[in-house]
Protein backbone atom coordinates (compact mmCIF):
# COMPACT_ATOMS: atom_id res chain seq x y z
CA UNK A 1 0.00 0.00 0.00
CA UNK A 2 1.33 3.44 -1.09
CA UNK A 3 2.03 6.54 1.44
CA UNK A 4 0.12 9.39 1.04
CA UNK A 5 1.39 12.59 0.16
CA UNK A 6 0.65 16.10 1.42
CA UNK A 7 -2.12 17.64 -0.22
CA UNK A 8 -3.57 21.54 -0.41
CA UNK A 9 -7.00 22.32 -0.17
CA UNK A 10 -8.25 25.95 -0.24
CA UNK A 11 -5.05 27.12 0.13
CA UNK A 12 -4.42 25.05 3.56
CA UNK A 13 -1.41 22.52 3.28
CA UNK A 14 -2.30 18.98 5.25
CA UNK A 15 0.18 16.54 5.70
CA UNK A 16 0.02 12.82 5.73
CA UNK A 17 -1.47 11.22 9.00
CA UNK A 18 -2.69 14.54 9.87
CA UNK A 19 -6.25 16.00 11.22
CA UNK A 20 -6.37 19.88 10.72
CA UNK A 21 -9.24 22.51 10.87
CA UNK A 22 -9.71 25.72 8.36
CA UNK A 23 -11.97 28.11 7.56
CA UNK A 24 -12.66 28.50 3.70
CA UNK A 25 -13.92 32.57 3.20
CA UNK A 26 -17.32 32.88 2.18
CA UNK A 27 -18.92 36.53 1.41
CA UNK A 28 -18.82 38.70 4.74
CA UNK A 29 -21.61 40.17 6.52
CA UNK A 30 -22.57 44.05 5.99
CA UNK A 31 -21.20 44.66 9.22
CA UNK A 32 -18.02 44.29 8.20
CA UNK A 33 -18.02 41.55 10.16
CA UNK A 34 -15.88 38.00 8.73
CA UNK A 35 -17.99 34.82 7.46
CA UNK A 36 -16.68 31.66 6.83
CA UNK A 37 -17.22 27.92 6.14
CA UNK A 38 -15.89 25.85 8.54
CA UNK A 39 -14.01 22.63 7.24
CA UNK A 40 -12.04 19.40 8.87
CA UNK A 41 -9.69 17.15 6.72
CA UNK A 42 -8.14 14.19 8.24
CA UNK A 43 -5.24 12.76 5.99
CA UNK A 44 -4.28 9.16 6.13
CA UNK A 45 -1.06 8.05 5.79
CA UNK A 46 -1.71 5.34 3.44
CA UNK A 47 -3.19 6.45 0.22
CA UNK A 48 -7.32 6.11 -0.14
CA UNK A 49 -10.44 7.50 -1.88
CA UNK A 50 -10.94 11.35 -1.43
CA UNK A 51 -14.38 11.61 0.29
CA UNK A 52 -16.40 14.66 1.20
CA UNK A 53 -19.11 14.51 3.30
CA UNK A 54 -21.12 18.16 3.72
CA UNK A 55 -24.21 19.24 5.59
CA UNK A 56 -26.90 22.34 6.07
CA UNK A 57 -26.23 22.90 1.78
CA UNK A 58 -29.87 24.08 3.19
CA UNK A 59 -29.27 26.12 6.26
CA UNK A 60 -32.05 25.02 8.26
CA UNK A 61 -31.35 21.46 7.63
CA UNK A 62 -29.25 20.45 11.52
CA UNK A 63 -28.91 16.30 11.19
CA UNK A 64 -26.40 16.31 9.41
CA UNK A 65 -24.26 18.69 11.36
CA UNK A 66 -24.49 16.46 14.24
CA UNK A 67 -23.82 13.59 12.23
CA UNK A 68 -20.33 15.18 10.92
CA UNK A 69 -19.83 16.16 14.58
CA UNK A 70 -19.78 12.57 16.17
CA UNK A 71 -18.69 11.22 12.62
CA UNK A 72 -15.43 12.53 14.11
CA UNK A 73 -15.22 11.08 16.97
CA UNK A 74 -15.12 7.44 15.76
CA UNK A 75 -11.76 5.14 16.69
CA UNK A 76 -11.79 3.73 13.18
CA UNK A 77 -10.79 7.05 11.88
CA UNK A 78 -7.15 6.70 13.31
CA UNK A 79 -6.46 4.31 11.06
CA UNK A 80 -7.98 6.09 7.88
CA UNK A 81 -6.63 5.32 4.47
CA UNK A 82 -7.09 8.00 1.94
CA UNK A 83 -9.05 11.73 2.97
CA UNK A 84 -11.69 12.75 4.39
CA UNK A 85 -13.31 15.99 3.97
CA UNK A 86 -16.38 17.42 6.07
CA UNK A 87 -18.07 20.35 6.03
CA UNK A 88 -20.94 20.76 8.57
CA UNK A 89 -22.19 23.74 7.61
CA UNK A 90 -22.22 25.03 3.77
CA UNK A 91 -24.66 27.59 3.89
CA UNK A 92 -23.30 29.87 6.55
CA UNK A 93 -25.43 32.68 6.07
CA UNK A 94 -28.41 30.42 6.23
CA UNK A 95 -27.01 28.46 9.58
CA UNK A 96 -27.02 31.69 11.05
CA UNK A 97 -30.64 32.63 10.43
CA UNK A 98 -32.08 29.46 10.54
CA UNK A 99 -33.09 29.75 7.18
CA UNK A 100 -33.38 27.47 3.85
CA UNK A 101 -31.62 30.50 2.09
CA UNK A 102 -29.34 32.74 1.71
CA UNK A 103 -30.07 36.43 1.99
CA UNK A 104 -30.66 36.63 -1.49
CA UNK A 105 -33.23 34.24 -0.99
CA UNK A 106 -31.41 32.18 -3.77
CA UNK A 107 -31.92 28.36 -3.14
CA UNK A 108 -28.32 27.20 -3.17
CA UNK A 109 -28.60 23.92 -3.95
CA UNK A 110 -30.01 25.09 -7.13
CA UNK A 111 -27.01 27.62 -7.88
CA UNK A 112 -24.82 25.24 -8.90
CA UNK A 113 -21.67 25.42 -10.39
CA UNK A 114 -22.04 28.85 -9.71
CA UNK A 115 -19.35 32.42 -10.68
CA UNK A 116 -16.67 34.06 -8.98
CA UNK A 117 -18.39 37.29 -9.90
CA UNK A 118 -21.86 36.32 -9.29
CA UNK A 119 -24.72 36.68 -6.18
CA UNK A 120 -23.98 35.27 -2.71
CA UNK A 121 -25.41 31.76 -3.61
CA UNK A 122 -23.75 32.06 -6.65
CA UNK A 123 -20.25 32.62 -5.09
CA UNK A 124 -20.65 30.11 -2.53
CA UNK A 125 -21.53 27.75 -4.84
CA UNK A 126 -18.68 28.00 -7.01
CA UNK A 127 -16.27 28.03 -4.09
CA UNK A 128 -17.37 25.24 -2.34
CA UNK A 129 -17.47 22.95 -5.69
CA UNK A 130 -13.89 24.36 -6.83
CA UNK A 131 -12.37 24.17 -3.52
CA UNK A 132 -14.04 20.88 -1.97
CA UNK A 133 -16.27 19.03 -4.12
CA UNK A 134 -13.82 18.63 -7.56
CA UNK A 135 -10.87 17.62 -5.89
CA UNK A 136 -13.14 14.50 -4.31
CA UNK A 137 -13.76 10.91 -5.79
CA UNK A 138 -16.99 10.32 -3.76
CA UNK A 139 -19.38 12.94 -2.07
CA UNK A 140 -22.48 12.59 0.59
CA UNK A 141 -24.63 15.32 1.11
CA UNK A 142 -26.85 15.15 4.44
CA UNK A 143 -30.10 16.66 4.37
CA UNK A 144 -33.37 16.83 6.14
CA UNK A 145 -37.26 17.78 5.36
CA UNK A 146 -38.09 21.25 5.02
CA UNK A 147 -39.68 23.21 7.93
CA UNK A 148 -42.54 21.02 9.39
CA UNK A 149 -42.21 18.10 7.10
CA UNK A 150 -40.47 14.95 7.79
CA UNK A 151 -38.12 12.17 6.33
CA UNK A 152 -37.91 8.75 6.37
CA UNK A 153 -34.00 7.84 6.14
CA UNK A 154 -33.90 7.51 2.73
CA UNK A 155 -31.17 7.92 -0.22
CA UNK A 156 -31.05 9.67 -3.29
CA UNK A 157 -29.01 9.16 -5.92
CA UNK A 158 -28.49 8.53 -9.81
CA UNK A 159 -28.21 4.78 -9.84
CA UNK A 160 -27.67 4.58 -13.76
CA UNK A 161 -24.18 5.91 -12.98
CA UNK A 162 -21.63 3.76 -12.63
CA UNK A 163 -21.07 2.49 -9.00
CA UNK A 164 -23.69 4.38 -7.46
CA UNK A 165 -26.03 1.68 -7.04
CA UNK A 166 -23.06 -0.27 -5.17
CA UNK A 167 -22.35 2.49 -2.28
CA UNK A 168 -26.08 3.39 -2.13
CA UNK A 169 -27.02 -0.23 -0.95
CA UNK A 170 -23.81 -0.20 1.22
CA UNK A 171 -25.02 3.01 3.13
CA UNK A 172 -28.06 0.81 4.53
CA UNK A 173 -30.76 3.09 4.80
CA UNK A 174 -34.31 1.02 4.40
CA UNK A 175 -35.27 3.21 0.85
CA UNK A 176 -33.52 4.06 -2.01
CA UNK A 177 -34.93 5.90 -4.56
CA UNK A 178 -33.34 6.50 -8.56
CA UNK A 179 -33.98 10.33 -8.24
CA UNK A 180 -33.13 12.57 -11.40
CA UNK A 181 -30.93 15.28 -10.96
CA UNK A 182 -31.86 19.04 -10.63
CA UNK A 183 -30.38 21.52 -12.71
CA UNK A 184 -28.14 23.63 -10.41
CA UNK A 185 -27.84 21.19 -7.79
CA UNK A 186 -24.72 19.93 -6.07
CA UNK A 187 -25.51 16.04 -7.09
CA UNK A 188 -26.20 17.30 -10.85
CA UNK A 189 -23.08 19.11 -10.73
CA UNK A 190 -20.95 16.49 -9.36
CA UNK A 191 -21.98 14.01 -11.50
CA UNK A 192 -20.98 15.86 -14.85
CA UNK A 193 -17.34 15.11 -12.90
CA UNK A 194 -18.34 12.10 -12.83
CA UNK A 195 -18.23 12.10 -9.22
CA UNK A 196 -20.65 9.56 -7.26
CA UNK A 197 -22.81 11.17 -4.89
CA UNK A 198 -25.41 10.36 -2.39
CA UNK A 199 -28.25 12.34 -0.75
CA UNK A 200 -28.84 10.70 2.76
CA UNK A 201 -32.80 12.75 3.48
CA UNK A 202 -34.33 12.00 6.93
CA UNK A 203 -36.19 14.16 9.59
CA UNK A 204 -37.03 17.67 9.71
CA UNK A 205 -35.51 20.48 9.20
CA UNK A 206 -34.57 23.01 12.21
CA UNK A 207 -35.10 19.51 14.85
CA UNK A 208 -32.22 16.82 15.79
CA UNK A 209 -33.54 13.35 15.62
CA UNK A 210 -31.26 10.87 17.43
CA UNK A 211 -32.75 7.82 15.24
CA UNK A 212 -31.62 9.60 12.00
CA UNK A 213 -28.59 10.95 13.07
CA UNK A 214 -27.72 7.76 14.17
CA UNK A 215 -28.85 5.90 11.32
CA UNK A 216 -26.71 8.38 9.19
CA UNK A 217 -23.50 8.08 11.20
CA UNK A 218 -23.86 4.34 10.42
CA UNK A 219 -24.26 4.95 6.59
CA UNK A 220 -21.51 6.83 6.33
CA UNK A 221 -19.35 4.39 8.09
CA UNK A 222 -20.50 1.77 6.08
CA UNK A 223 -19.97 3.60 2.80
CA UNK A 224 -16.20 4.40 3.96
CA UNK A 225 -16.22 0.46 4.43
CA UNK A 226 -17.23 -0.68 0.81
CA UNK A 227 -14.62 1.94 -0.43
CA UNK A 228 -11.52 1.23 1.62
CA UNK A 229 -11.23 3.59 3.49
CA UNK A 230 -11.93 1.99 7.03
CA UNK A 231 -11.44 -1.20 8.52
CA UNK A 232 -14.71 -3.41 9.13
CA UNK A 233 -14.47 -4.41 13.03
CA UNK A 234 -17.78 -6.26 12.88
CA UNK A 235 -20.73 -6.36 10.14
CA UNK A 236 -23.66 -6.60 11.12
CA UNK A 237 -26.18 -8.51 8.75
CA UNK A 238 -28.94 -6.34 7.84
CA UNK A 239 -31.28 -7.05 5.11
CA UNK A 240 -30.94 -5.52 1.69
CA UNK A 241 -32.50 -1.91 1.17
CA UNK A 242 -35.36 -1.70 -1.35
CA UNK A 243 -35.42 1.21 -4.16
CA UNK A 244 -38.20 2.58 -4.70
CA UNK A 245 -40.16 2.02 -8.10
CA UNK A 246 -41.95 5.88 -7.94
CA UNK A 247 -43.11 8.16 -5.74
CA UNK A 248 -46.07 10.30 -4.92
CA UNK A 249 -47.56 12.90 -2.77
CA UNK A 250 -51.61 12.53 -1.61
CA UNK A 251 -52.86 16.21 -1.69
CA UNK A 252 -55.39 17.95 0.92
CA UNK A 253 -58.87 17.16 -0.94
CA UNK A 254 -60.17 20.22 0.88
CA UNK A 255 -58.64 22.54 3.40
CA UNK A 256 -59.19 21.52 7.35
CA UNK A 257 -57.39 20.66 10.52
CA UNK A 258 -55.55 17.37 9.79
CA UNK A 259 -56.11 14.45 12.30
CA UNK A 260 -55.48 10.65 12.76
CA UNK A 261 -52.14 10.90 10.58
CA UNK A 262 -50.42 8.05 9.35
CA UNK A 263 -46.74 7.76 10.53
CA UNK A 264 -43.70 7.22 8.20
CA UNK A 265 -42.85 3.90 7.76
CA UNK A 266 -46.15 2.47 7.66
CA UNK A 267 -47.65 0.60 4.87
CA UNK A 268 -50.77 1.75 3.19
CA UNK A 269 -52.90 0.26 0.17
CA UNK A 270 -54.65 1.87 -2.36
CA UNK A 271 -57.65 4.45 -1.18
CA UNK A 272 -56.64 3.30 2.38
CA UNK A 273 -57.18 6.37 4.95
CA UNK A 274 -53.89 8.34 5.62
CA UNK A 275 -55.46 11.49 7.95
CA UNK A 276 -58.86 12.81 8.48
CA UNK A 277 -59.56 16.78 7.72
CA UNK A 278 -62.04 18.30 9.37
CA UNK A 279 -63.74 22.08 9.34
CA UNK A 280 -62.76 23.78 13.28
CA UNK A 281 -66.41 22.59 14.39
CA UNK A 282 -65.90 18.72 13.44
CA UNK A 283 -69.45 18.55 11.47
CA UNK A 284 -67.53 17.75 8.56
CA UNK A 285 -64.69 14.94 7.43
CA UNK A 286 -62.83 14.26 4.31
CA UNK A 287 -60.52 11.42 4.59
CA UNK A 288 -56.99 12.30 2.81
CA UNK A 289 -56.32 8.70 0.66
CA UNK A 290 -53.45 6.57 -0.19
CA UNK A 291 -53.17 7.00 -4.59
CA UNK A 292 -51.29 3.97 -4.45
CA UNK A 293 -50.04 0.94 -2.56
CA UNK A 294 -46.54 1.55 -0.80
CA UNK A 295 -44.77 2.81 2.05
CA UNK A 296 -44.98 6.40 3.74
CA UNK A 297 -41.87 8.31 3.06
CA UNK A 298 -42.77 11.84 3.86
CA UNK A 299 -45.02 13.64 5.97
CA UNK A 300 -46.21 17.16 6.72
CA UNK A 301 -46.15 17.84 10.35
CA UNK A 302 -48.59 20.84 10.53
CA UNK A 303 -52.03 20.03 11.92
CA UNK A 304 -53.85 22.63 9.41
CA UNK A 305 -53.66 22.07 5.77
CA UNK A 306 -55.46 24.35 2.46
CA UNK A 307 -56.81 22.57 -0.15
CA UNK A 308 -53.85 20.88 -2.27
CA UNK A 309 -51.59 20.73 0.35
CA UNK A 310 -48.74 17.91 0.00
CA UNK A 311 -49.76 15.71 3.02
CA UNK A 312 -47.90 12.25 3.10
CA UNK A 313 -45.24 11.30 0.16
CA UNK A 314 -45.82 7.11 -0.59
CA UNK A 315 -43.12 5.25 -2.05
CA UNK A 316 -44.05 2.63 -4.55
CA UNK A 317 -42.30 -1.12 -4.41
CA UNK A 318 -42.87 -4.08 -6.01
CA UNK A 319 -43.43 -5.71 -3.21
CA UNK A 320 -44.77 -3.24 0.01
CA UNK A 321 -44.45 -6.55 2.06
CA UNK A 322 -41.03 -6.95 1.52
CA UNK A 323 -40.08 -3.05 1.66
CA UNK A 324 -42.46 -2.86 5.07
CA UNK A 325 -40.03 -5.63 6.35
CA UNK A 326 -36.90 -3.50 5.77
CA UNK A 327 -38.20 -0.47 7.28
CA UNK A 328 -39.41 -2.18 10.35
CA UNK A 329 -36.15 -3.95 11.18
CA UNK A 330 -34.09 -0.40 9.75
CA UNK A 331 -36.20 0.88 12.82
CA UNK A 332 -35.34 -1.53 15.14
CA UNK A 333 -31.97 -1.30 14.79
CA UNK A 334 -31.44 2.32 15.45
CA UNK A 335 -33.94 2.77 17.65
CA UNK A 336 -32.65 5.14 20.39
CA UNK A 337 -34.02 3.74 23.29
CA UNK A 338 -32.80 0.54 22.94
CA UNK A 339 -29.17 2.73 23.90
CA UNK A 340 -25.53 1.24 23.60
CA UNK A 341 -26.80 -1.99 22.63
CA UNK A 342 -27.27 -0.51 19.02
CA UNK A 343 -24.74 1.83 19.20
CA UNK A 344 -22.15 -0.67 20.11
CA UNK A 345 -22.88 -2.09 16.79
CA UNK A 346 -21.78 0.26 14.96
CA UNK A 347 -18.86 0.11 12.46
CA UNK A 348 -15.32 0.95 13.88
CA UNK A 349 -17.10 2.60 17.34
Not at 299 to 316: Q, T, V
Not at 342 to 349: A, F, P
Request: charged fraction near 25%.
Amino acid sequence: MSKNKAITIAGETVQPGTRTNFDIPVADLYTAHKISMPVQVIHGRLAGPRLFICAAVHGDELNGVQIIRRLMKRKALASLKGTLITVPVVNVHGFLNQSRYLPDRRDLNRSFPGSPKGSIASRLAHKFLNEVVLGSDYGIDLHTGAIDRSNLPQIRASLDESGVLELAEAFGAPVIINAKTRDGSLRACASESDIPILVYESGEALRFDEFCIRAGIRGVLNVMSKIGMIRTSRRATRRQPVIAQSTRWARAPVSGIVSDKAELGDAVSKGAKLALLSDPLGESEEPVLAPHDGIVIGRSNLPLAHEGDALFNIAAFSSVDKAENVVEEFAAIHDPALGRAVESDLIGT
